[in-house]
Structure formats: C-alpha cells, structure tokens
C-alpha cells in the first residue's frame, strides 16, 4: 500500500481553524475523487469525518469539511473545539496497491 | 444501531495462528464489503485485506499475503479473518470495518489485540 503524506501535528486555538493536507500522487489522490477522512481519539477506533473528498455523513458536525486540488487534499476544522483534539488520518483509493494511507496528524487544541 | 464486535485476539508466539471474528448487526451486512484494518501500539492505520459483499473476491496488503485469510459468512453476519505464520511485526489492534465502496470505511468495530512475543 502507498503512504500519503500528512503533517505530524497540527494546532489551533479554540473557534479557530485548522487545515490539514494529504499529499499523494497522481495514483491516488490526483486521480481519484475517492479521499476518507478519519478522527481518532485515544484508545478508540478510528470514525468516518469526510467521504468522497468533501461528503460528510450524517450525524458529522459542518464544522468539518474537505477538499482536494491536484494530488493534495485537505481537511478543515473550523471552530475548534476541545473534543476535537484527536489524530486525524486520510485514505485515497490507489492503482495498484488500491489503497494510500496517511501517517496520521495529531491535533492539538491550545 | 451499527455494532461490529471483533473477538479472538490475545497473545501468540512468532510463527502461530490466531482466528478473529467479527459479528455485525444494526446493518445491512450483505450490502458491504468488508476490510480488516490493523495499528500498531503507537503507530498508523495499516490496510490488511478486503472482502467481496458475497465473498467472491478477496484483496489482502502484500505484508499479509499467503499468511492471512480474509472470510465472511452473510448468513451469520460475520467476518473473520485467519491469520498464520505470525510474526512480531502483526502485533497490533485488529478493526473490523464496513466498507461502503472505494474506501469509505463507514462503521468500525472497537478493535481486538494481537500480541505476538515469544
């Protein structure tokens, strides 16, 4: 499987916004609308945020939205808060491999 | 309400087998793929295999290919997943997740350990 490349970390005061980018290929994120977004928080599995670069399902607060351009997509908290301090991990479908995970970025809420 | 609920993890020697379950309910199982997804203690998501909605196609990562065995029974509504040859690098916590196409791992079960020492 390819690795996409996210940032370590990440932080942000609470009501502010934090971006996080996904930088892949033109195999994965470049090519296909196919990019998931994942919050983690400690100790629990992992929780669909974003779908298809920008859908967001149900339940899933407008605080959260997605984005790509080129082979780079982005996820974007907005209003930060407290409970959104979590590890935030991107997924692309591939050629290939079929699937590009990210390295994870930790968000941290100051 | 969506439940997945892994079991059969626990710790194995280098080079034993483990088998984990995975039972599904709040959902309609039928309708998924379904993808086993592994991570270290500390580390990243790892893809580890995927499964046809009817089982007729299986997808593994190389890391597990030949060692691993990715399954599922729809009348049970049950994943599994059998793992052989087990080596220290498969230590992990194990999720279960409904895949609803092209990666949008939609619900995730809690996860199972697998600790691989000797």
């Known amino acids: 499987q390819s690795a996409l490349t996210q940032p370590p970390s990440a932080s942000g005061s609470p009501g502010q916004s934090v971006t996080i980018s996904c930088t892949g290929t033109s195999s994965d994120v470049g090519r296909y609308n196919y990019v998931s977004w994942y919050q983690q928080h400690p100790g629990k599995a992992p929780k669909l945020i974003i779908y298809y670069v920008s859908e967001r399902p149900s339940g899933v607060p407008d605080r959260f939205s997605g984005s790509k351009s080129g082979n780079t997509a982005s996820l974007t908290v907005s209003g930060l808060q407290a409970e959104d301090e979590a590890d935030y991990y991107c997924i692309s479908y591939a050629d290939g491999t079929q699937v590009a995970l990210g390295g994870g970025t930790k968000v941290t809420v100051l | 309400e969506v439940h997945l609920v892994e079991s059969g993890g626990g710790l194995v020697q280098p080079g034993g087998s483990l088998r984990l379950s995975c039972a599904a309910s709040g959902f309609t199982f039928s309708d998924y793929w379904m993808t086993w997804v592994r991570q270290a203690p500390g580390k990243g998501l790892e893809w580890v295999a995927n499964i046809h909605k009817d089982g007729s196609i299986e997808e593994y990562a190389y890391s597990v290919k030949g060692r691993f065995t990715i399954s599922r029974d729809n009348s049970r509504n049950s994943l599994y997943l059998q793992m052989n040859s087990l080596r220290v690098e498969d230590a992990a916590v194990y999720y279960c997740?409904?895949?609803?196409?092209?990666?949008?791992?939609?619900?995730w079960g809690q996860g199972t350990l697998v600790t691989v020492s000797s």
């Open positions: 997740v409904a895949n609803g196409g092209w990666y949008k791992l939609a619900y």
